[in-house]
């Protein structure tokens, strides 16, 4: 991974954090973690925290049985000493004194709540806040080696989308069809399967929809979103909908709209323009064609090492997209009771303008009913 050797991360972290009048960083195991220093820290029992002083040099806290996995870790190439500590030990109170006792200290947004009352009984002078909102400047930007891990990402998820035709067919259930993606999405090349989404017929009406033992029919639309992790750490997801035999004709009416709404979402995107107004292009259009009560969730999320990271593409977030960024463009119509659609792309904030990272097809695949493995 490109962060394993870039000690510049952990100097820009240290300077956000003067500018934020923070003392000292306190990151425990997570994407934060990784961002800053390669290490995939496993998230235990045991505290390990990285400690990040915004002056003077960074020291990891680890349990002395995970000393030989963080020395063996892109650790010892950024210069990151390692304080390892006894069962008998407290690590609490070691962070506590190399954080200095007092001052304000930001902790990672995911660390445990018993980890975050344990440091302030540790460091009862000292001002806890939320790392954050310092971390996701730097995390919100990819660099150009990120955006190549993204794109990775994006083709290997696309060969997936390639094969669900094939795995459609009437009789067959959900999570019949979820179990034979979720082995298409290991065999294109991720290490892990975030999530399957499978919503068929009436399901299609949850956005967030479970798999089940629902049989696939004839004339059912067919929403899979999908998504893993590459060996990289960063994420895919990406979200098509199918028809087996026929979709009704008032669904092909709605998915038009669909389609053109995402499209011009996407060509919206350049650097300057807010976050919201990417928003507000998909809605409006959508709205217009009236369905815009059966749009129900914002039109995109940032993604890098997490799925769901900054920026997000909702009405109210006013920030201005720049170059580097990256995230979700995915409006839905969804019809309760009946059906719904989506359609998914990543793409990035390129110098001018955008650049999309799935490349499938946006139109909706019709699969032959007659189909059988």
Not at 175 to 189: F, H, K, N, S, W
Not at 353 to 370: E, I, K, Q
Request: hydrophobic share 40%; proline share 5%; charged share 20%.
């Amino acid at each position: 991974m490109e962060q394993a050797v870039d000690r510049r991360r952990l100097s820009a972290a240290q300077e956000l954090a003067q500018r934020a009048g923070v003392d000292a960083l306190l990151v425990t195991p997570g994407p934060d973690l990784t961002y800053l220093t390669g290490y995939r820290a496993i998230a235990l029992e045991r505290l390990t925290c990285l400690v990040l002083p915004a002056t003077g040099d960074p020291v990891l806290v680890a349990p002395g049985l995970e000393v030989a996995a963080a020395s063996a870790s892109p650790l010892g190439q950024l210069g990151i000493s390692i304080r390892g500590w006894a069962e008998t030990d407290d690590p609490y109170g070691i962070v506590g004194e190399l954080s200095g006792g007092a001052g304000v200290v930001a902790l990672s947004d995911s660390m445990a709540a018993g980890a975050v009352l344990r440091l302030r009984d540790a460091m009862p002078a000292a001002r806890q806040q939320l790392a954050g909102p310092i971390l996701r400047e730097l995390r919100m930007i990819k660099s150009a080696a990120e955006v190549e891990h993204l794109r990775q990402a994006g083709r290997a998820i696309d060969r997936v989308h390639e094969q669900v035709p094939e795995l459609l067919w009437p009789g067959r259930t959900e999570r019949e069809v979820g179990d034979d993606i979720a082995e298409a999405i290991i065999e294109a090349g991720h290490v892990t399967v975030d999530f399957v989404i499978v919503a068929s017929g009436p399901n299609g009406a949850s956005p967030h929809h479970e798999l089940s033992d629902r049989r696939l029919e004839i004339g059912d639309t067919v929403v899979v979103d999908i998504g893993g992790t590459m060996p990289s750490g960063y994420c895919s997801d990406s979200t098509r909908t199918y028809a087996i035999g026929y979709a009704p004709d008032d669904f092909l009416a709605f998915y038009g709209v669909l389609q053109d709404a995402q499209r011009l979402a996407v060509e919206s995107v350049r650097p300057d323009v807010t976050a919201e107004s990417v928003d507000a292009v998909a809605r409006s259009m959508i709205a217009e064609a009236g369905y815009g009560d059966r749009f129900i969730h914002r039109t995109g999320h940032g993604i890098g090492l997490e799925t769901h990271e900054d920026p997000y593409i909702v009405e109210g977030n006013v920030e201005l997209l720049r170059q580097g960024m990256v995230f979700s463009v995915e409006p839905g119509i969804y019809v309760s009771g009946q059906y719904g659609a989506r359609i998914e792309d990543i793409v990035v904030v390129t110098e001018t303008g955008v650049d999309s990272l799935n490349n499938t097809t946006h139109d909706l695949v019709v699969v032959d009913p007659a189909f059988s493995s």
